[in-house]
């Protein structure tokens, strides 16, 4: 748990927020209280500091275990002037990601790991358990490769691990770095009887470690989850963390836009002209059954919305909407008695257009396209419609 809460409390976020939940309420603040929109500067300046440290893994790490007071002692204050960090924000620059600035104690390197999240898997959240491999500090020696004292610099490298070679190409003399052959380009050497049988000299040992990750309901493609410290460790040195991407696996009847759902169902002539019900299968275990009501006709390509049954926001678990694109399949045929029926039930025919006397009136057969045929008009028609739809979700219905 968290020593103080107060700089999360500036940024509406809560202790255990993403880096990117971060970063996406620094945003959302920043932008409200900016001195050139005529917010508190005070409070500006508070709410950047508040950002620049916890956006940073070590001092996030330092200020959750001991506070404000914890980030004084070890002296990292730093102090980033407010504007360039909002501007290094704002300006879209590699201000993330970027391998962080070149100061306080060095780190082993992250561990980035991406994991395939199914949607149902995000719209019900999960804990899924992670293996992984890394280097641990060997206990049998305390990281030091061999018995206390066994361990000495190497003579031939004095200790730097790498050496310099001279090298005649013609007439020329090229100097060469090489990892010194002597100590393995390590700088020390632990004589064979003294060196750790455990880590055989390396000071470090490779360890499978379970890691519980936990996706959030409503987690988003492109989010990590960043656990602090978890990557190889090496003798003095902090060890890096382990980072895992989430990434959305496309899904087959659903997709996703923000917090809505968008979906097609195809349903029958008869559902949509005299009512009837359509289900889908939802990403839970429920399956919704919507009722088309008698005398309604659902129009082909119509869009309904089914309030509150899209994904949940991460944060409040508020759902969005689901949208549905309803195609309606026509019968591949029809018996000729029940025409007289739908002669009946439905309008009568649109009269045939009215020409002048001019225009000759000739009877023609229309004969079904082949695949080439229909090829050839897709590509016509969805030139000209290529500015349907703009700005609302689109959910294409396969042609019929
Ligand atoms: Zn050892
Ligand atoms: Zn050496």
């Known amino acids: 748990m968290v020593k103080e809460t107060k700089y999360y409390d500036l940024l509406e976020a809560s202790p255990d927020a993403s880096d990117a939940d971060l970063k996406k309420a620094y945003r959302k603040k920043a932008l409200r209280l900016h001195p050139d929109k005529g917010g508190d500067p005070e409070l500006f300046k508070e709410v950047t500091h508040a ?10 790490s330092v200020y959750d275990a001991r506070g404000e007071a914890g980030l004084s002692e070890s002296g990292g204050m730093g102090g980033m002037d407010p504007q360039d960090l909002f501007s290094q924000l704002f300006g879209g620059g590699g201000f993330f990601g970027g391998g962080g600035r070149p100061q306080g104690p060095r ?10 999240v199914s949607l149902e898997d995000l719209y019900k959240g999960k804990v899924s358990k992670l293996a992984l491999t890394r280097n641990v500090i060997c206990v049998k020696c305390s990281g030091r490769g061999g018995k206390e ?3 000495r610099s190497c003579d031939r490298c004095n200790g730097r691990g790498i050496r310099i070679m001279m090298r005649q190409m013609g007439p020329m003399i090229q100097q060469i770095q090489q990892a010194c052959d ?3 380009g390590t700088g020390e050497i632990i004589n064979n009887k003294d060196r750790c049988g455990t880590c055989k000299g390396k000071k ?4 499978k470690k379970m890691l519980e990750v936990h996706i959030d309901k409503g987690m988003k493609g492109g989010q990590t989850i960043t656990f602090r410290g978890e990557s190889d460790q090496a003798p003095d040195v902090t060890p890096g963390d382990v980072i895992i991407v989430i990434e959305e696996k496309p899904h087959d009847r659903f997709k996703r836009q923000d917090t809505n759902l968008l979906t097609k169902v195809e349903i029958d ?3 949509a002209l005299a009512g009837g019900n359509f289900a889908i299968k939802h990403l839970d275990d429920r399956a919704l059954i919507v009722k088309v009501h008698p005398g309604e006709v659902l129009q082909h390509n119509a869009l309904k919305v089914i309030p509150g049954e899209g994904m949940p926001s991460q944060r409040h678990h508020e759902p969005g909407d689901m949208f549905v694109r309803v195609g309606v399949k026509f019968p591949e045929s029809l018996p000729l008695e029940s025409i007289p ?4 039930a439905l309008p009568p025919r649109k009269p045939l257009d009215k020409f002048p006397k001019n225009v000759m009136l000739e009877e023609a057969e229309a004969v079904d396209a082949d695949a080439r045929q229909h090829e050839m008009a897709d590509a016509g028609e969805t030139m000209d419609e290529d500015e349907e739809g703009e700005g609302e979700p689109r959910v294409q219905c396969a042609n019929q």
């Open 341 to 344: 029926l739908l002669e009946a």
């Open 269 to 271: 002539l008869l559902t």
């Open 149 to 151: 004292g066994a361990v």
């Open 107 to 116: 780190k082993t390197k992250d561990l980035v790991h991406r994991v395939t």
């Open 182 to 184: 002597e100590c393995q």
């Open 51 to 60: 950002y620049e440290v916890l956006s940073d893994p070590q001092k996030r």
């Open 204 to 207: 470090v040992i490779s360890e």
